[in-house]
């Protein structure tokens, strides 16, 4: 899952603007894509209550000290990455859990929820 503050990443994280798109089709398929949405203001979080806007200081009062941060190049931002994982079952399969957040100015901008299977062979 991908929360953004940007429409490009929200509609690439949803399949509607892809590789295959010219690079002139997307910009059409973006404002094709602006007139389904309402107006209003949606304030997504997490369910420990970490939501786009905060600062650095407060995500790490809520989730602690990240097992990697790093000033991303390719996105231009400070990245904060945080991992856990399940202990392995008796088919040795267990889950990973990693979570990325990005800042700018000091904002959360960009959050980016993933779980992955591990193990079984």
């Known amino acids: 899952m991908v929360l953004s503050a940007d429409l490009r ?33 949606i304030k997504p979080r997490t369910n420990l209550g970490i939501h786009l806007g905060m600062s650095q200081q407060e995500v790490k009062q809520i989730l602690g000290k990240p097992q990697k941060a790093f000033w991303s190049k390719r996105f231009l931002a400070k990245e904060l990455v945080y991992t856990r994982q399940t202990p392995l079952n008796a088919d040795g399969m267990g889950v990973k859990y990693s979570n990325y957040y990005l800042f700018r100015d000091d904002k959360l901008y960009y959050i980016e929820l993933s779980v992955d299977a591990i193990g079984g062979g």
């Open 9 to 41: 990443s929200i509609l690439q994280n949803e399949g509607i603007i892809h590789d295959e798109l010219a690079d002139d089709e997307i910009p059409q398929r973006i404002e094709e894509e602006k007139r389904n949405f309402q107006s209003g203001s």
